[in-house]
């Protein structure tokens, strides 16, 4: 599981032909049917990646040049450029996404290898800029999935399900909020821990599956649990 951003570009190249092909399945009703996430419609969720690309290229931009460019002008511009773009029909949605994507693969070609070095401030705090192609391949497979559209948490790559499975468990480690437990996945082979494992349950499932279920896209409906009783309830992430 790789952290080297230029490794992961081929990663994020293959998510966001994935993504591309799925949207161009879609017609004028279909982008405007609810997607998986609570009162957006598949338009929103489109939009919302396409301006989470740019986004992503202000702060590769910071990065290389040592400005201050936030992510976002404000948390109330991005809500209304995604509200604005929720309304476009699928050729406009296809092509803004394309051009978007295409742009932060240009903004990543740009960036000297001293410049990854940096820290850049995101909508949740300072960040790694080695980080930045992670979140955006994050982005592209987990919304993928939110769009509802075929596109399911099982169709995940292996090495993508388990790095955001590693991610989403150590973030739960270190808060107070999540239960224990413990996470088994990989053939059974591998496991997470999650607070203390003493008396914790044992969730076993899929790398894919388990990831989903932490991250709220799936209810967890084949994991189970150890010794039987119902699944753990984490906090929502964020």
């Known amino acids: 599981m790789t952290s080297d951003p230029l490794l992961l570009t081929g990663e994020l190249d293959e998510a966001t032909a994935r993504l591309l092909r799925t949207v161009a399945a879609l017609g004028a009703a279909d982008v405007a049917a609810p997607s998986l996430l609570?009162?957006?419609?598949?338009?929103?969720?489109?939009t919302h990646l396409a301006r989470n690309a740019d986004g992503f290229v202000n702060l590769l931009t910071s990065a290389r040049t040592g400005e201050d460019i936030p992510m976002y002008a404000?948390?109330?511009?991005?809500?209304a450029d995604i509200e604005a773009g929720a309304g476009r029909g699928p050729a406009d949605l296809m092509d803004d996404l394309r051009r978007s994507s295409q742009r932060f693969t240009a903004a990543v070609a740009e960036m000297p290898v001293e410049a990854w070095g940096a820290t850049v401030q995101t909508r949740r705090g300072p960040?790694?800029?080695?980080?930045?192609?992670?979140?955006?391949?994050?982005?592209?497979?987990?919304?993928?999935v939110d769009l509802g559209a075929g596109y399911r948490p099982a169709d995940?790559?292996?090495?993508?399900a388990q790095r955001l499975l590693h991610e989403v468990a150590a973030g739960l480690?270190?808060?107070?909020?999540?239960?224990?437990?413990?996470?088994?996945?990989?053939?059974?082979r591998h496991e997470l821990v999650v607070g203390d494992p003493e008396g914790a349950p044992t969730v076993t499932g899929p790398a894919p599956e388990l990831a989903a279920w932490l991250t709220g896209r799936s209810a967890g409906e084949v994991l189970t649990v150890t010794p039987d009783g119902p699944l753990p309830t984490p906090p929502e992430w964020i």
């Open 127 to 144: 960040w790694p800029a080695a980080m930045l192609v992670w979140g955006r391949l994050r982005e592209v497979e987990v919304h993928h």
């Open 38 to 46: 609570p009162s957006w419609t598949r338009a929103h969720v489109l």
């Open 74 to 79: 404000s948390p109330e511009a991005r809500s």
């Open 156 to 160: 995940w790559p292996d090495a993508f």
């Open 173 to 188: 480690a270190g808060n107070p909020a999540a239960p224990a437990m413990v996470l088994r996945f990989d053939g059974f």
